[in-house]
């Protein structure tokens, strides 16, 4: 192999990603200096905040470039090494974006066990989106025994995590989703003590049978109706750990009805990225790794096969269309 | 005096509060029991937050009663006294609502020092509308000098001790009013460092101008425009001390196009009622009372004469009639 791919940002998006906006680029295989090491991926995630980078405006990261690679994390393995760090056959977790290949000089690479937890589950419940639902459970809801905690967008690679953790301390767990397949697979597989179908309707009422005692806990990851109709069921002192806002990626304004619940039920609410708080991942990691090795954090994975399918996974991604933690397969 | 007045809440509101919504009666000066005492109110205090009282749905605090006296603080003198606590003549603060006398065991009474402050001070910035501002800058917005402090409802009872006590740690501190009047005022008289009219038709522009380095701290009393306006302009990691949504009393819902930000720039908000924090009444109001008797707290108020007039005086309160902290006096 002399050459690989990947995919650069090719414009930014107006209201809806489109295919258009990526572009396929066949790139040499550079020559390692002292120190380098190359990665072939064989897993890299798709995520609901690359909607975000692919804007120019203010926000956490800078926006994503141009022409350059779209960010991502990615896991591979080890191909080729001038680092003593690293050995050729060894399987790492990087952030090499979209692209086949990646070179590092080892900075930010983490070395992944594969003998008991399979390699994808590190862009997962023991990745990024799992530290993600470990960091806002743990230390935003800090939930209690017998409260009850809310998840939405809870079949996907995040909302199953906090669930399936809020139940191992007692919590009532309650899932949103979209449509009965994902509510049924949160329910029966994940343990989850009830979800509801946003897609259904009655969203308002079903919420309300399925928190009967109201809601002390929110990990909210799309906003816009069913935040709402979420805050228009807190418990006075809840707690809002704000992860995302799928709904709102795409620019649409928000009408809140509940917005007078913050205030009445005196919530706390916070925003807030997982990358900033690396000092916890160690210890979220390994709370994650255990319960997943030990067969007690189930998950679920939609796999896009080839680096070409990465700009359709993530529409289908902003669209709800996945099942479970959005991956593309690099390898055959 | 063998009888006095007092205003019941007649009925609740179908949207805006009308005078029709109360009732004044005559009652009987009441015989004094053992341990029991009789103030006579010389001021009572108009609130935004009893607007949400007077409707029937849950909150932080049980709905006003139909047909009871309307909930609200006071400060008057005491008449008559078979409590040894307290003497004929001593001032007292009190939560007599809107009456324009009151029994009490003595309990929940506060009694103040007229030497230094006067005494319509204790219902405004000496009291719950200090204490209010004092709670939500130092516990949950808890700014650092050089940051920029915005507050809504500058020129209010709130708002105005708000950014005077910001200024006082070093902080900008920017109002926002209704009106030239009330912003000159801001500047001028209470010292912000500048103030925006949301009357002006400007408002994006003209916080932007007058916090040109984004916003660390809201202290949020109106909601709604104002709210989403600030919302844009808040910087990384700011807090927000949401203590009112004048706006939102009314029932309408909100539009928000900044709800993302909460996200993207890692924002805590809470809400909080101010009485749920009494451990710190004693520390807030030391500091309030020594700045107050030093001058170095300023204030401003509306007041409306005579007991029938406070129908119109909370109606005009939550239309922004009002000019500083709106009491009702009811001596002549």
């Known amino acids: 192999m002399s050459t690989y791919q ?4 090719a414009s930014r998006p107006q209201g809806h990603v489109s295919p258009g906006n990526f572009r396929l680029e ?4 550079p020559v390692l200096q002292p120190g380098q090491l190359l990665v072939r991926n064989h897993y890299l995630s798709v995520d609901p905040y690359m909607r975000m980078r692919m804007e120019d405006v203010k926000s956490y990261a800078e926006p994503q470039a141009i022409n350059a690679v779209m960010v991502g994390g990615t896991v591979g393995e080890v ?10 056959g060894e399987f790492v977790a990087g952030g090499f974006g979209w692209s086949e290949m990646g070179v590092s000089d080892g900075t930010g690479l983490r070395r992944l066990d594969t003998s008991r937890i ?23 809801i800090a939930p209690k025994a017998g409260e009850t905690v809310v998840v939405s967008a809870a079949s996907g690679a995040v909302g199953s995590v906090v669930g399936q953790l809020a139940r ?29 179908d946003y897609k259904a309707g009655r969203l308002v009422q079903d919420l309300q049978e399925a928190a009967p005692a109201g809601i002390d806990g929110l990990f909210e990851n799309v906003g816009g109706e069913v935040f709402d109709a979420c805050l228009g069921r807190m418990n006075p002192f809840g707690r809002i750990a704000l992860c995302g806002l799928i709904s709102a990626y795409e620019g649409e304004a928000v009408m809140l009805r509940n917005v007078r619940n913050l205030l009445t039920m005196r919530l706390s609410l916070r925003g807030f990225i997982v990358s900033e708080h690396m000092d ?26 080839g680096l070409r399918s ?23």
Do not use: H
Not at 183 to 195: K, P, T
């Open 79 to 88: 191909i080729e090494s001038n680092n003593p760090r690293f050995k050729v």
């Open 6 to 9: 990947q995919i650069v940002l």
């Open 168 to 196: 191992l301390r007692g919590c009532r767990a309650v899932g949103i989703a979209g449509g009965p397949d994902k509510c049924r697979y949160v329910v029966e597989e994940l343990g989850f003590d009830a979800c509801v």
């Open 118 to 140: 399979p390699l994808s589950a590190y862009l997962g419940a023991a990745g990024m989106p799992g530290m993600t639902a470990w960091y806002g459970l743990t230390q935003i």
């Open 280 to 305: 916890l991942w160690p210890q979220g990691l390994a709370e994650l790794g255990a319960l997943l090795a030990e067969g007690k954090l189930k998950y679920r994975e939609s796999v896009a096969q």
């Open 310 to 332: 990465a700009p359709e996974a993530l529409i289908g991604l902003l669209r709800g269309k996945n099942f479970g933690k959005q991956l593309v397969r690099l390898i055959d």
């Open 26 to 29: 066949r790139v040499p295989v």
